[in-house]
T-cell receptor, first 116, second 111 residues
Framework: EAQVTQNPRYLITVTGKKLTVTCSQN?????MSWYRQDPGLGLRQIYY???????DKGDVPEGYKVSRKEKRNFPLILESPSPNQTSLYFC???????????????FGEGSRLTVL | GDSVTQMEGPVTLSEEAFLTINCTYT??????LFWYVQYPGEGLQLLLK?????DKGSNKGFEATYRKETTSFHLEKGSVQVSDSAVYFC??????????FGKGNQVVVIP
């Protein structure tokens, strides 16, 4: 089954404790991206990757890191989480190479993160 | 910059009622436009899209028409079901697979 898989789905952590949210897709998609969803703000893009070893900042990259060492995986790293990073996080991928602008993204089920 | 604006507030309506969710956009050029739906506890999924002016996207009984003259892409469904209860997001293509999302509208359909 074609899917985007995120882990963990739920996490409660404390300020400053490094964590990684993994994202894996089995559709051989080149494009992957991370979003956060907050009440009243909709979805905001954190980082995206057009291909292996190519990553770029989105609209709200502060406090986050990503890596794209393999095509299928795109982990989101919070080196020193803070309470304002409490949010619902979504990973997404697309088969388009970029520039074609079709915008058909496939989303994971989300990871709800709480930072105390 | 390019952006979309959705009508404020949740939408509550009875089963078989007509649904409209407004979406307007601001953009240079002619971007693709999208509606995504998020069912409870799930990620977003593409509902429909339109890539140029006057295009009509449709899926699962939902429709939206790309109106350049009014810079709008309103979502409509003639007869909603309880299973249509979800959050609906309008989005605009920024190029390179990037999307600008609206804030979303919670739709609650009452039996």
């Amino acid at each position: 089954e074609a899917q985007v898989t995120q882990n963990p789905r739920y996490l409660i952590t404390v300020t400053g404790k490094k964590l990684t949210v993994t994202c894996s897709q089995n559709m051989n998609h080149e494009y992957m991206s991370w979003y956060r969803q907050d009440p009243g703000l909709g979805l905001r893009q954190i980082y995206y990757s057009m291909n292996v070893e190519v990553t770029d900042k989105g609209d709200v990259p502060e406090g986050y890191k990503v890596s794209r060492k393999e095509k299928r995986n795109f982990p989101l790293i919070l080196e020193s989480p803070s309470p304002n990073q409490t949010s619902l996080y979504f990973c997404a991928s697309s088969f388009d190479r970029g520039g074609s602008n079709t915008g058909e993204l496939f989303f994971g089920e989300g990871s709800r993160l709480t930072v105390l | 910059g390019d952006s979309v604006t959705q009508m404020e507030g949740p939408v509550t309506l009875s089963e078989e009622a007509f649904l409209t969710i407004n979406c307007t956009y601001t953009a240079t050029g002619y971007p693709s436009l999208f509606w995504y739906v998020q069912y409870p506890g799930e990620g977003l999924q593409l509902l429909l899209k339109a890539t140029k002016a006057d295009d009509k996207g449709s899926n699962k009984g939902f429709e939206a028409t790309y109106r350049k003259e009014t810079t709008s892409f309103h979502l409509e469904k003639g007869s909603v079901q309880v299973s249509d209860s979800a959050v609906y997001f309008c989005a605009l293509g920024l190029g390179n697979n990037r999307l600008a999302f609206g804030k979303g509208n919670q739709v609650v359909v009452i039996p």
